[in-house]
């Protein structure tokens, strides 16, 4: 149960990545890019492609992130390097975390003040990172195959109401792409979660290969929700936040049904459940690391975590407009430190084999 | 005093007053050169088998008194020499007669004990159309010779343990060697070592023990009635337990998905087992999650619902005094209690009991508005749909409720939730180094074969793959 095997980091890559990237990003691409949505979404996905191959390279050493930093840097700038990715995670953790909260008080609720509604998942995100990381493994197992039925299901109820045509003419976008490139950004941090990661996943032949080509397929069903998304709402785009749960609502069986495609979104709302506890999970791992990994560490760091998540939640409970402006404008610049170049510069480090 | 002397005298006196109750008797009779006594539990023992394999033969015994010369006369199939008396002692509970005779310093205890049985019958929890009826009883030897009927190998070892200071319950560890992995069979047997318990009533009290996480409401060690089913599970690679009292036996290690299996799944084509067991899951699913959704739409996303259904769901509820939560608290309140009565109740009632419970109740409660008819039609299909999964009941009713609350305070993101723990505690859980969700977490695709999909016989020639088993192939 303490390794993560290559199948199930492909799970992980493929079917639970890209769910992270359906919820308010759509809306924020168009808002930018318009009808050219998909290609910032297709630059960010193929440097990350780039950066999980860098990072899976490094597998085959079988050291974690922070020993090969320890072996190249030393004990004490191992460790600050450590904290600081710790603390990226944890402002890595913000933004998903703020839009899931305003995504299950907009499509779960009518009337539930949504700190009501989302306090429960403090709780469950300290007992999940009090686990072991390479426990998620087996819940990528179990995840998978809810994604893809998720994801299938959406889709599949989407594809019908969907103009493709307003994607055309492409280009028409272009003078708002990098403005969409940047605001992107804080969207797209999979490879620097993968870092955490070294050390307990299983080697085998060809992982890096495979890994990347698996992160690819997600990213492809990802640029097909969101050109689905813009075919469905066209210039309307930029108000529909919380796309996924809104692309199936016109599908012509719900007028006879009800919202079936809720179904969906409930699975997908379970995925994004465990794909948001992720980035703290990854900080509770660096730190237990860091200092010597002490048998209740990883309990007391997964409670202290989810207690100033919680708290920046509260205090930030009306605050989300202020906190994307934030993150997305002047705090930009730290995604692509820790999310390009230490991911790319964790190739540099040495990697003698682990013992 | 510790062991039998040569005064018989002594011994007999000794063995009384380590066993004064006053069901242990002595029998005294002389055969022409030697004085004998017999100690017996009166209860235990049948006393008609020693009089005629034990007494009758002694009283003409005519030879040495030595051990293997009183031996030889007695006509018992099942006989040692002990010397502890602590030992003579315990088998004389154990319903096995101590012989003494005056000059030897060793007893021979002969096997007439008295068997109480009843007639081997089809288990009422576990009942199949196609396939074998028999089910295991409470007498410990019949149902290993159901097993032995079986397996007629030397592979099938049967080693005896006994369990409880007081009770000192049989306890029958079962595998087949070489197909069971050596590591479980000494786990099974380190743990019922380590078992320091006065009585062992039944055979659910070793599962506390067995488990590796023994608070948990997740069951953790598999049971069955069924002869087949166990001896099924043996071939597969696990090991067994039948318990001296009990007739339901254990089987570790466990999966979850084998009570989604029945025994009947193996007798019918495979696409049939496949649809029953979906169905089975999905009733399971149904029965969990309907009556949470249905209080979390209502109380916070009526959307959920499609126009029409809210149309008359609203119309049904609209003069019902209590909120969704509590209604349908109420409701399930009600079908646990009837539940619990029918069970208990004498059979003659059970009939009445029903009628008032299902009818009556039900009829009038909601003419006289204090429920809704929804309410009551959603309970009553979660109610059976429970017992689709018969060996899980305990385990989803618990979750059903939990699920009920968490909907009524937090509506249906908290349902998300809950069952996010609930699989996240799944996965991580394992018994004897297997993991209890496996062939789906860790993922098995060979041991997908027969899980919820079923597939044919010929396409399952290994064992499951999770259950480690050295002898790897059962279909050559």
Redesign the interface.
């Known amino acids: 149960m303490n390794r993560i095997s290559p199948r199930q980091l492909f799970f992980f890559l493929a079917c639970v990545a890209p769910v992270g990237k359906i919820v308010l990003l759509p809306a924020r691409l168009a808002e930018f890019a318009k009808n050219d949505l998909i290609f910032p979404a297709a630059v960010h996905f193929l440097v990350q492609a780039l950066l999980v191959f860098c990072v899976l390279l490094l597998v085959k050493c079988g050291k974690s992130f922070y020993e090969l930093l320890e072996d190249t840097f030393g004990k004490i700038a191992a460790k600050i390097v450590i904290c600081l990715f710790a603390l990226f995670l944890l402002f890595a953790a913000l933004l998903p975390l703020l839009e899931q909260k305003l995504f299950v008080q907009s499509v779960f609720y009518d009337t539930l003040p949504s700190l009501v509604a989302f306090s429960p998942f403090f709780l469950f995100a300290a007992f999940l990172c009090a686990k072991p990381l390479a426990g998620f493994g087996r819940v990528w197992d179990v995840l998978a195959p809810i994604a893809i039925a998720g994801m299938a299901g959406v889709l599949l109820l989407s594809v019908g109401s969907a103009d493709y045509a307003a994607l055309l003419p492409v280009g028409a976008g272009k003078a708002g792409f990098f403005e969409a490139l940047r605001t992107a950004a804080s969207w797209f941090f999979d490879s620097a979660l993968l870092l955490p990661l070294l050390g307990k996943i299983d080697y085998e032949k060809g992982i890096a290969w495979k890994g990347t080509l698996c992160y690819l397929a997600g990213a492809a069903v990802a640029l097909f929700f969101l050109a689905t998304f813009y075919g469905v709402f066209a210039e309307t785009s930029v108000n529909q936040l919380f796309a996924f749960t809104k692309t199936s609502k016109y599908f012509s069986g719900i007028t006879v049904l009800g919202r079936i495609d809720y179904l969906f979104i409930f699975a997908l709302a379970l995925v994004m459940a465990f794909y948001c506890a992720m980035p703290v999970q990854a900080c509770v791992e660096c730190v237990n690391e860091a200092f010597g990994r002490r048998p209740y560490l990883p309990t007391l760091l997964s409670v202290a975590f989810a207690a100033i998540l919680f708290t920046l939640s509260v205090l930030l409970d009306y605050r989300f407009g202020e906190v994307l402006f934030a993150v997305t404008g002047a705090l930009v610049w730290v995604y692509p430190v820790f999310t390009v170049l230490v991911p790319a510069l964790s190739l540099l480090l040495r990697r003698d084999h682990a013992k | 005093m510790k062991n039998v002397s040569k005064d018989l005298a002594k011994t007999t006196e000794a063995l009384k007053k380590l066993l004064p109750a006053e069901d242990i008797l002595t029998f005294s009779f002389r055969s022409e050169k030697t004085a004998f006594t017999c100690v017996f539990a009166d209860p235990v023992t049948d006393k008609e088998l020693l009089g005629e394999q034990v007494i009758r033969p002694l009283s003409r015994f005519a030879g040495e008194p030595k051990a293997e010369e009183v031996g030889r006369h007695i006509t018992s199939p099942e006989m040692k020499k002990v010397r502890a008396l602590d030992e003579l002692a315990q088998e004389i509970l154990a319903g096995n007669p101590a012989v003494l005779w005056e000059g030897m310093d060793e007893a021979i205890v002969t096997g007439t004990k008295k068997v109480f049985t009843r007639a081997i019958a089809e288990p009422s929890t576990d009942v199949a159309v196609k396939g074998p009826r028999e089910g295991f009883i409470e007498d410990m030897k019949t149902n290993t010779s159901l097993i032995r009927r079986r397996f007629k190998t030397g592979e099938l070892r049967i080693e005896t343990a006994e369990v409880g200071r007081r009770s000192r319950t049989s306890v029958a560890v079962c595998y087949l060697d070489g197909t069971a992995e050596r590591e479980v069979v000494d786990e099974v047997r380190a743990k019922l070592g380590e078992i320091d318990i006065d009585i062992v009533p039944d055979s659910s009290y070793l599962t506390h023990f067995l488990s590796s996480r023994p608070y948990s409401l997740v069951k953790q060690v598999g049971t069955t009635e069924k002869p087949d089913i166990f001896c099924a599970k043996l071939a597969e690679g696990r090991v067994g337990l039948i318990v001296d009292g009990s007739p339901i036996a254990l089987t570790v290690p466990y999966l979850l998905i084998e009570d989604f299996q029945s025994s009947e799944d193996y007798f019918v084509p495979p696409y049939r087992a496949t649809f029953t067991r979906l169905l089975r899951l999905f009733a399971l699913l149904v029965a969990i999650y309907l009556p949470a959704f249905y209080v979390a739409a209502q109380l916070?996303?009526?959307?959920?619902?499609?126009?029409r259904?809210?149309l008359t769901i609203a119309g049904s509820i609209r003069d019902i005094p209590f909120s969704p939560s509590l209604e349908m608290l109420l409701v399930l309140l009600v079908l646990e209690v009837l539940n619990e009565a029918s069970i208990r109740m004498p059979k003659y009632v059970g009939m009445a009991l029903s009628v008032v419970g299902a009818l009556v109740l039900g009829e009038t409660a909601v003419s006289a508005g204090f429920v809704s008819t929804p309410a009551i039609i959603i309970i009553a299909f979660s109610g059976i749909g429970l017992y689709a999964v018969p060996n899980l009941i305990e385990q989803t009713s618990v979750l059903r409720l939990a699920m009920l609350l968490?909907a009524g305070s937090?509506?249906?993101?908290?349902i998300?939730?809950l069952?996010?723990?609930c699989?996240?505690y799944l996965?991580?859980t394992?018994n004897f180094r297997t993991?209890l969700?496996a062939p789906?977490?860790?993922?098995i695709g060979k041991d997908l074969r027969d899980s919820v999909i079923k597939y044919n016989l010929g396409s399952l020639p290994t064992r499951p793959k999770v259950l480690k088993s050295p002898n790897k192939r059962r279909l050559k």
């Open positions: 916070f996303k009526l959307q959920l619902f499609p126009v259904l809210l968490v937090v509506g249906t993101y908290g998300i939730l069952t996010a723990f699989f996240l996965v991580t394992e993991p969700f789906f977490s860790p993922l």
